[in-house]
């Protein structure tokens, strides 16, 4: 099973444990890739909620969490050289996550950006990241 299809089963798992009466569940984004979406918004611009990192063979590198704005969080991460190639923004303590190259969020509605931390560690906590 890849990394995506263990997120993605995790994140159904989260759904059957954790209903939220009256909330339509989590859903991953359509994929974005650092290198070929960089005129695009990240995904969940706006809006708070979780990510996931992966690298170009789908491994994945990171799971993170905004209560804020997601697009925000995520493009702190990036920078773009104006050509489409996507670098890191900044020196990361994980080199891992210098290979990132592709992310998938999960976008909570508006008032709910108290539950990014806990969808956070449940991901965490089924998936292992080498980086959290």
């Known amino acids: 099973m890849s990394d995506l299809e263990r997120l993605s089963a995790a994140l159904d798992e989260l759904n059957a444990r954790y209903p939220r009466p009256g909330i339509d569940p989590l859903v991953l984004s ?5 290198k070929t979406d960089w005129v695009k918004y990240y995904p969940g611009v706006g809006k708070p909620g979780a ?14 969490k905004s209560s804020g704005d997601l697009g925000i969080r995520l493009g702190s991460y990036f920078r773009h050289d104006g050509q489409g190639a996507g670098q890191f923004a900044r020196p990361s303590p994980w ?11 999960i976008e909570l509605p508006p008032g709910h950006a108290f539950e ?3 969808i956070e560690e449940f991901l965490i906590d089924r998936l292992s990241p080498p980086n959290r």
């Open 30 to 34: 359509e994929a974005y890739d650092v």
């Open 95 to 105: 080199k891992s996550d210098t290979d990132a190259r592709f992310i998938v969020a």
């Open 116 to 118: 990014a931390a806990a």
């Open 51 to 64: 990510y996931a990192l992966f690298d170009e063979k789908w491994r994945l590198l990171k799971v993170g």
